[in-house]
Every structure is written in C-alpha cells, then in structure tokens.
C-alpha cells in the first residue's frame, strides 16, 4: 500500500533510452493525481512530512498516512539513527529523489481508515455505463501485427475464460496493458517483448 513514486534519474533514463517525452518533468503533472490527506498536527509531530508542491489534493485516489503514526516514538528514534549513518531526513519521498530517511503514505482514506483501491478508486463511480464490460479471465499474450515500417502494433489480446477455454479480442483502437509490477513483464514477455528466455 506504499505510494511512492520512483527516483527522477529513473524516469529521465527512459527518456534517454528513446521514448521522447517520458522523463521526470514532463510526467511530474500526472503524478500529482492523487487526493492526498495532509498529515495532523500529531502526525507531524511523530515524523510525517511532506512538501505541498509534490502533491495533489482534488484526484480519485485517496492517499495519506495511517491513524497508527498518531502516537509513539519509533519514527523519530529511527530518523536519529539513520541521520548518525549517513541516512539525513528526506522531507518528502515522492518528489523525485528517494535517498535518506522518510515516511512514505499510502493508499488509504486515512479517515474513514479503510485501504483505498483501484476498483474504489476508479471503478465504482463508472461501472455501470452501457459501454463498460467486465470480463473475467487471465490475460495470456498480447497479439501483435507486423507493420511494413517493421515496428509491431498491438492488435489485441488472448485470455483463458473462467472455465479455462482459449478466447481472443481484436481492439478497435488501442491497448492498454495495465497489469501491475509483477504481471504486466509476464504478459509482455509471454507475447515475445522482452527476454526471450522467459517464452
């Protein structure tokens, strides 16, 4: 449930490697996104910083830090020790650099102190448009066309139903892929993007 963003260097090197656009300043917008809570006075006072610029207050998806920050000591025992080693304090983790010691927050409606999800999030207020379906299955590959320029286009996918028979969609326009860290390579990798040995 951490919300962190990763490091600037990380976004600009995707930018090097060739996707135009895709660097850290340029994206920094779509980051702020979120409704982020600010942290309470106690929170404060118990380690939870932030800097307001690095965040949005008016997106779908709820972020702050937990009620349980409330009280205790051990976020400012840890800030000590790691400040000892080398560690300084980072006032705000998610804005663009990720070295030093810090509290990330996370996503959650840290009043109504419930986890916040994607299906909460984004799913809930348009579920029930006439031109939304939900299919239940597992993505196994994208299927890729072959264009004269020799680049690949997206053209669909493949999924196993619930009942675990083979079923294809062709895309009018686009696909999105959209599978999180662990299954999104897996996907990529099982439609030939990647590292081959994985096929």
């Known amino acids: 449930m951490y919300y962190v963003r990763e490091d600037r260097a990380d976004f600009d090197a995707r930018e090097t490697l060739g996707n135009s656009g ?19 006075r106690a929170q404060r006072r118990n380690g939870m910083t932030y800097i307001p610029r690095n965040h949005g207050e008016s997106g779908p998806l ?3 830090f937990p009620l349980h920050v409330d009280n205790g000591s051990f976020h400012n025992s840890a800030q000590e020790t790691c400040a000892s080693i080398g ?18 927050p996370q996503t959650l409606d840290r ?3 419930v986890r916040e999800t994607s299906a909460r999030t984004y799913y809930d207020s348009v579920g029930s448009r006439p031109n939304l379906q939900i299919i239940k299955g597992t993505v196994k590959r994208i299927v ?3 264009l004269p320029s020799k680049k690949l286009l997206a053209t669909g996918f493949e999924y196993t139903d619930v009942q675990g028979n083979l079923k294809s969609i062709t895309a009018r326009k686009e696909v999105i892929l959209s599978a999180g860290t662990f299954a999104s390579p897996l996907i990529l990798e099982a439609s030939g993007i990647g590292n081959s040995m994985y096929v």
């Open 22 to 40: 895709w660097n850290w300043d340029t994206l920094f917008s779509n980051f702020r996104s979120e409704n982020f809570t600010i942290p309470s």
């Open 144 to 146: 890729l066309s072959n």
């Open 62 to 64: 709820k972020v702050g």
């Open 87 to 104: 560690f300084p304090l980072n006032q705000d983790l998610n804005g663009g650099e990720v070295r030093g010691f810090g509290a990330f």
């Open 111 to 113: 009043d109504a102190n």
